[in-house]
């Protein structure tokens, strides 16, 4: 690798829940792996109820490059991530999984291509083995619905949030105020030069995924919703459509009964009629309902995250000092 630059700093994002399991073992490998890189290590205890909040006291107490930012409760590993991107201190922010699914080893050659002029580095998986058939499938169908959806807002393909972030770029996501946080879109909505690196995916190294089928459709749709309101129009054409083909109907029973003389029966049609009109329009009033709701959310301007104790590493970046996020969003109650 080429020389860092003087007073480089790698900041680690680590969003935990419950994983008293792992956290030793992501502390002895993330040590191998950035062996002689400047770095610290940001936990943000996401409302963990297990062992973990000692095994992180411990840590801080013992490892000079370990940070712990906890937060009141379990708000979502998006928002656990904003709190840890807001206590970073380095040149360069890398958001990971505590799991190791996120191999720490890949860090050095994502900072090349940092060197090299990027600004953002995006780790991509080339093979999801470790996930299931169904889970494949699906991711394939969100990203294809997305970028269709969501205009020159493009994600990449198979990125999630294991990426390396400028220092420019983790400024620019600490500047947007909204609340609901669909980060995977929000990256590729900031910008800035993008390169990939490819890797595969291994298995959790230990305990339990957080996630479900139903946690994870709600996810794919918030990301949906937040990025494209392309959903709400398709309703004024289904109901062009829909007007049409029953003007054209009427017309035909008009023709049917005074040119032939004949009387169409109607209690069939009308029950499917009525029916399927009353199944559109409450599709379409939940659909209102999902950007109405999200407006309403919006609109309370509640912080996304409050911080109950933090204590950052005793690293510093000195050149990189950050400017205070302008977001208001982020309400420190003890700091
Ligand atoms: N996580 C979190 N808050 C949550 C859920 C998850 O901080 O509400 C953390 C979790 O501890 C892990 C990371 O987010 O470090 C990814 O979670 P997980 O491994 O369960 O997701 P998967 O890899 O299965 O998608
Ligand atoms: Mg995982």
């Given at each position: 690798m080429q020389t860092l630059p003087k007073e480089f700093l790698l900041s680690l994002v680590v969003p935990v829940l419950n994983e008293a399991e792992a956290i030793p073992l992501f502390l002895r490998r993330t040590q191998t792996a950035l062996e002689g890189i400047p770095h610290e290590v940001i936990f943000i205890d996401?409302?963990?109820?297990?062992?973990t909040p000692v095994l992180l006291a411990e840590a801080t107490r013992t490892n000079p490059h370990v940070g712990v930012v906890t937060l009141a409760r379990n708000f979502g590993k998006e928002a656990a991530l904003c709190a840890g991107l807001a206590a970073a201190q380095g040149t360069v922010v890398v958001p990971l999984d505590v799991d190791l699914q996120d191999p720490p080893e890949l860090i050095p050659t994502m900072l090349q291509q940092w060197q090299q002029g990027s600004q953002m580095v995006v780790a991509v998986r080339t093979e999801r083995a470790s996930d299931g058939t169904f889970k494949r499938v699906t991711a394939a169908w969100f990203y294809r619905l997305f970028n269709r959806l969501s205009g020159n807002v493009q994600l990449v393909k198979n990125g999630g949030d294991f990426r390396l972030l400028d220092r420019a770029v983790v400024n620019a996501l600490l500047s947007l105020p909204e609340r609901t946080r669909f980060l995977k879109g929000l990256y590729a909505w900031v910008g800035f030069t993008t390169t990939t690196v490819g890797y595969e995916r291994p298995p959790r190294a230990a305990g339990h995924t957080k996630w479900n089928t139903r946690k994870l459709l709600n996810y794919a749709l918030e990301g949906i919703f937040s990025f494209s309101t392309l959903p709400l129009r398709v309703w004024s054409y289904l109901g062009l459509i829909i007007a049409t083909c029953a003007f054209v109907y009427g017309l035909h029973v008009v023709v049917q009964v005074l040119l032939f003389g004949r009387v169409v029966p109607g209690y069939a049609s009308l029950i499917v009629a009525v029916s399927f009109m009353g199944g559109i329009q409450l599709i379409g009033i939940g659909l209102l309902g999902e950007y109405l709701g999200r407006t309403y959310l919006e609109s309370k301007q509640r912080p996304l995250y409050i911080v109950a104790r933090q204590s950052l590493s005793i690293l510093k970046s000195k050149t990189q000092a950050r400017p205070k996020a302008k977001v208001k969003g982020q309400t420190k109650a003890a700091a």
């Amino acid at each position: 690798m080429q020389t860092l630059p003087k007073e480089f700093l790698l900041s680690l994002v680590v969003p935990v829940l419950n994983e008293a399991e792992a956290i030793p073992l992501f502390l002895r490998r993330t040590q191998t792996a950035l062996e002689g890189i400047p770095h610290e290590v940001i936990f943000i205890d996401d409302g963990s109820t297990d062992a973990t909040p000692v095994l992180l006291a411990e840590a801080t107490r013992t490892n000079p490059h370990v940070g712990v930012v906890t937060l009141a409760r379990n708000f979502g590993k998006e928002a656990a991530l904003c709190a840890g991107l807001a206590a970073a201190q380095g040149t360069v922010v890398v958001p990971l999984d505590v799991d190791l699914q996120d191999p720490p080893e890949l860090i050095p050659t994502m900072l090349q291509q940092w060197q090299q002029g990027s600004q953002m580095v995006v780790a991509v998986r080339t093979e999801r083995a470790s996930d299931g058939t169904f889970k494949r499938v699906t991711a394939a169908w969100f990203y294809r619905l997305f970028n269709r959806l969501s205009g020159n807002v493009q994600l990449v393909k198979n990125g999630g949030d294991f990426r390396l972030l400028d220092r420019a770029v983790v400024n620019a996501l600490l500047s947007l105020p909204e609340r609901t946080r669909f980060l995977k879109g929000l990256y590729a909505w900031v910008g800035f030069t993008t390169t990939t690196v490819g890797y595969e995916r291994p298995p959790r190294a230990a305990g339990h995924t957080k996630w479900n089928t139903r946690k994870l459709l709600n996810y794919a749709l918030e990301g949906i919703f937040s990025f494209s309101t392309l959903p709400l129009r398709v309703w004024s054409y289904l109901g062009l459509i829909i007007a049409t083909c029953a003007f054209v109907y009427g017309l035909h029973v008009v023709v049917q009964v005074l040119l032939f003389g004949r009387v169409v029966p109607g209690y069939a049609s009308l029950i499917v009629a009525v029916s399927f009109m009353g199944g559109i329009q409450l599709i379409g009033i939940g659909l209102l309902g999902e950007y109405l709701g999200r407006t309403y959310l919006e609109s309370k301007q509640r912080p996304l995250y409050i911080v109950a104790r933090q204590s950052l590493s005793i690293l510093k970046s000195k050149t990189q000092a950050r400017p205070k996020a302008k977001v208001k969003g982020q309400t420190k109650a003890a700091a």
